[in-house]
């Protein structure tokens, strides 16, 4: 199974500050991780896929990259909307697995 | 635009069973590969079970593998999850997720608002 692990596991943030949350898998997946943002009640919502691809509709200031074991999600200039938890997931191989998530507060 | 509305989510015993549904539509359902990730209470998520876009194609994580059984009607746009031999540890949100192919090993990205099952005595 490949285990994700992502860091931190908490952040608090100023508005319009970069923030920059990191994901290791234990064995190479390709470029099959992909972002999913969950705010506090909301199912999860998918921001990036395939390490880089911004998924429709998704702001501009989500963008990712990475790509073997080493992965990273930035957000360039938080906006308050952005409070949440983020995770990370590979396809790679099976069984699918989840980060541990990264919660991001504004300050 | 594409909706997926889980239902038969309860509190249930602990070794009870359950069946949960999950109604798509603002798409071509027959196409996609579908899927089941749940989230226990304050946790994370975890995958639970995936199933081809024609359905004869089913994969399952080790701790449901043998009690959960993932399976779909195309005919009516619905996805199902049985649910047997409930353990305590089953308590979750289910969420029913839409891939974004039809291969049941590849992304989703789009999800339902989810349904509650909580397995207590």
């Known amino acids: 199974e490949v285990v994700l692990t992502q860091s931190p596991d908490f952040q608090s943030v100023t508005p319009k500050e970069r923030v920059t949350i990191t994901c290791r898998a234990s064995?190479?997946?390709?470029?099959?991780l992909h972002w999913y943002q969950q705010k506090p009640g909301q199912s999860p919502k998918l921001l990036i896929k395939?390490?880089?691809q911004s998924f429709s509709g998704v702001p501009s200031r989500f963008s990712g990259s990475g790509s073997g074991t080493d992965f990273t999600l930035t957000i360039n200039g938080l906006e308050p909307e952005d409070a949440a938890t983020y995770y990370c997931?590979?396809?790679?191989?099976?069984?699918?697995?989840f980060g541990g998530g990264t919660k991001v507060e504004i300050k | 635009e594409v909706q997926l509305l889980e239902s038969g989510g309860r509190l249930v015993r602990p070794g009870g069973s359950l069946t949960l549904s999950c109604a798509a539509s603002g798409f071509t359902f027959r196409s996609y590969a579908m899927s089941w990730v749940r989230q226990p209470p304050g946790k994370g998520l975890e995958w639970v079970s995936a199933?081809?876009?024609?359905?004869?194609?089913?994969q399952s994580a080790d701790s449901v593998k043998g009690r959960f059984t993932i399976s779909r009607d195309n005919s009516k746009n619905t996805l199902y999850l049985h649910m047997n031999s409930l353990r305590v540890e089953d308590t979750a949100v289910y969420y029913c997720a839409k891939a974004d192919t039809f291969i049941l090993s590849t992304l989703v990205d789009v999800w339902g608002k989810g349904t509650t099952v909580i397995v207590s005595s």
């Open positions: 064995q190479g997946i390709g470029s099959s």
């Open positions: 199933i081809s876009d024609s359905g004869t194609s089913t």
């Open positions: 395939y390490g880089s």
């Open positions: 997931h590979q396809t790679g191989s099976l069984p699918l697995t």
